[in-house]
């Protein structure tokens, strides 16, 4: 995924705390954009996102982003979804722009 965006050449950061007092950290974040990127790592055999309890966290989370102005894009490895990420975040970014 970072390869893809460096290959657009955006700025990112990795591990962006994007609330003042939680914790909660996006994978990457497009600063400028308001645009967070996250990596669900369903097809591990031990993660805590895939618990009702880290599921319910991940919900808390998401919406805490959207509350605060973020826009969420969310990934997984199977079946190549990550592969879409250069075209989402180029409607994206035209939606923001109010080009669409």
Known sequence: MKQILRIMKHD?????R??????FKFDIALVE???AIEYEGLNSVKSGHTTALGYTKD???YNLATLCGW?????TAIED???????????LKKLIDGRV
């Open 59 to 61: 919900c808390i989370k």
């Open 71 to 75: 826009r969420v894009l969310r990934y």
């Open 12 to 16: 990112f950061k990795e591990e962006h």
């Open 33 to 35: 954009y308001k645009i």
């Open 18 to 23: 994007f609330h003042p007092v939680r914790r």
């Open 81 to 91: 979804n990550y592969k879409n990420m250069m075209r989402d975040i180029i409607d």
